[in-house]
């Protein structure tokens, strides 16, 4: 390993150690929004699921969620499957709301009603305990395997990254690889 890597290992190492003692303090922060709670077991976040919808239209079943990463979370505060596909490909940002319509024949389509307030960042891509991340400053994010195969991006690639604005977020969704110079 050449020096240059040993110093970017190093770095990542105490940034980590950095960022975890501020996600704590900054889950507990969040608490003052309503709608947010902190599990203390292991430092979970949930969500409060009280304004999401049930109903049903002509034939079809109506179901909204909240995207939590790779899960859609419901009003039964149960978490249920998303195509990674389509939540990699569609850009979907932790916290953005979701409609499923349920069609008689069991077919589901999926739409994005009401995508949180984003912002755009370029992080490096890592992969820490088989999962891919982005890490930068104080922050480390989680992306979907899906997204990373799609973008055909590698461990050490610039990524330009798309998070919530306003609310804190463990996942980030990835909307390009930058190209190497």
Known sequence: MDAKKLQAVRDFVLNAEKSLKNAKKILRDVLEEQWLSL???DFNLDLDTKWLSSYNSEDFKIVEWVFTWDEMLWVDEHKYPIPVNYASKSRLVQWDRLKLTIEPSGRMLYKQIKPIERETKVWLLT???GKFQVISEWLTYNVL???VTHFKAEIGDSVSIIVPTWK???FAAIES?????
């Open 39 to 41: 599990n203390d077991d």
């Open 127 to 129: 992969k820490e305990q």
């Open 177 to 181: 690889v930058i190209p190497k110079s």
């Open 168 to 170: 804190q977020a463990n």
């Open 145 to 147: 395997t899906a997204a």
